[in-house]
């Protein structure tokens, strides 16, 4: 199945914080019990919502852990309002096998409805318009887009084709990133606790209410010796 929908993009696009996620009409698995074609536009679609977009480059065992690890932590990023996007060069009906294939074969083995919808990038042009296109094998690198809900790239990172990202890590910097918006406050994107509002104004309150700080309880200290 062949959609010639946008025009080609030849070469790899340089990608900085702050610019806009480019909208193109791609061929996607998406879930559920038959894993059905259907026609994505990640700039599009998921407007006003978080994005986080990854690309799998056909390093499969690698790829089945990175799937499994976004898909345990799909309901944490849905509380974030964040949708999580795979990207992969493969057709719908290769990416079909792949999802029924054993895990210790380089599957993932997915017996239930599959959350996470999979872009089959298979002429790069979702990767080459994000830098991401490894023009040399014909494959995308792997590498992890965080997009807010205005559609600007908040977070980019590419590694080594046979290391995974951990998710935990991209679930706190979207987490992060996604408060600094609500609050306008810089933090730490602590996974453990979630941060919200709420939390803010309690440990500001908290610290209204001892009405010191640490270099004043120090210099406090140090006054009575």
Same mark, same amino acid.
Request: proline share 4%; charged share 30%; aromatic share 8%.
């Given at each position: 199945?062949?959609?010639?929908?946008?025009?080609?993009?030849?070469?790899?696009?340089?990608?900085?914080?702050?610019?806009?996620?480019?909208?193109?009409? %791609?061929?996607?698995?998406? #879930?559920? *019990?038959?894993?059905?074609?259907? &026609?994505?536009?990640? !700039? =599009?679609?998921?407007? +006003?919502?978080?994005?986080?977009?990854?690309?799998?480059?056909?390093?499969?065992?690698?790829?089945?852990?990175?799937?499994?690890?976004?898909?345990?932590?799909?309901?944490?990023?849905?509380?974030?309002?964040?949708?999580?996007?795979?990207?992969?060069?493969?057709?719908?009906?290769?990416?079909?096998?792949?999802?029924?294939?054993?895990?210790?074969?380089?599957?993932?083995?997915?017996?239930?409805?599959?959350?996470?919808?999979?872009?089959?990038?298979?002429?790069?042009? %979702?990767?080459?318009?994000? #830098?991401? *296109?490894?023009?040399?094998?014909? &494959?995308?690198?792997? !590498? =992890?887009?965080?997009? +807010?809900?205005?559609?600007?790239?908040?977070?980019?990172?590419?590694?080594?084709?046979?290391?995974?990202?951990?998710?935990?890590?991209?679930?706190?910097?979207?987490?992060?990133?996604?408060?600094?918006?609500?609050?306008?406050?810089?933090?730490?994107?602590?996974?453990?606790?979630?941060?919200?509002?709420?939390?803010?104004?309690?440990?500001?309150?908290?610290?209204?209410?001892?009405?010191?700080?640490?270099?004043?309880?120090?210099?406090?200290?140090?006054?009575?010796?």
């Amino acid at each position: 199945m062949s959609v010639n929908m946008n025009k080609e993009v030849t070469e790899n696009k340089a990608i900085e914080p702050l610019m806009e996620l480019p909208s193109m009409k %791609l061929i996607a698995l998406g #879930g559920g *019990a038959h894993r059905h074609c259907m &026609i994505l536009n990640p !700039a =599009v679609d998921y407007k +006003d919502m978080y994005r986080v977009i990854f690309f799998l480059p056909m390093t499969f065992t690698c790829d089945s852990s990175e799937m499994k690890s976004f898909h345990e932590l799909y309901e944490d990023f849905k509380k974030e309002n964040c949708q999580l996007i795979a990207v992969n060069s493969d057709n719908p009906l290769v990416n079909r096998r792949w999802l029924k294939k054993p895990a210790a074969f380089g599957g993932f083995q997915f017996g239930e409805d599959l959350k996470i919808p999979i872009i089959c990038d298979h002429d790069l042009r %979702l990767a080459k318009s994000l #830098g991401a *296109a490894d023009t040399d094998k014909g &494959i995308p690198r792997r !590498a =992890v887009y965080i997009v +807010d809900w205005d559609g600007r790239f908040r977070h980019m990172s590419m590694m080594a084709h046979n290391i995974c990202p951990s998710a935990k890590e991209v679930l706190r910097l979207a987490r992060a990133f996604r408060e600094l918006d609500l609050t306008g406050r810089v933090v730490t994107g602590v996974l453990e606790k979630k941060l919200t509002l709420d939390n803010f104004i309690e440990d500001d309150n908290k610290a209204l209410e001892e009405n010191t700080t640490p270099a004043e309880e120090k210099v406090n200290s140090q006054n009575e010796d």
